[in-house]
């Protein structure tokens, strides 16, 4: 069984930064952040491989930037420019073996003036 801890949430202004962060116990292989707003669906925000190898979805592109420390087992968000649209819980991720998938207990960014 995984264990996932995030810290990082918060308020912030509108054009601020926020890094989150993930820890994970036990072998996990992908891991990254999905992200849910009121009344929408949760949406994946970036993951990133052991490897190294990240993806992004296109609202993330350029202004967040997801890394891993695999010593640690800790994937982290740093968000930056910060829009009122980034209003959601974020939930890390990471996958084990079979790919299961196993999910933290989520963290609420607000970006308000």
């Known amino acids: 069984q995984v264990q996932l801890v995030e810290s990082g949430g918060g308020l912030v202004q509108p054009g601020g930064s926020l890094r989150l962060s993930c820890t994970a116990s036990?072998?996990?292989?992908?891991m990254g952040w999905y992200r849910q707003a009121p009344e929408k669906e949760r949406e994946l925000v970036a993951e990133v491989t052991i490897g190294g190898h990240t993806y992004y979805a296109d609202s993330a592109e350029g202004r967040f930037t997801i890394s891993r420390d695999n010593a640690k087992n800790t994937v982290y968000l740093e968000m930056n420019s910060l829009k009122p649209e980034d209003t959601a819980v974020y939930y890390c991720?990471?996958?084990?073996?079979?790919?299961?998938?196993?999910w933290g207990q989520g963290t609420q960014v607000t970006v308000s003036s």
């Open positions: 991720f990471a996958e084990a073996i079979f790919a299961t998938r196993y």
């Open positions: 036990g072998n996990i292989f992908n």
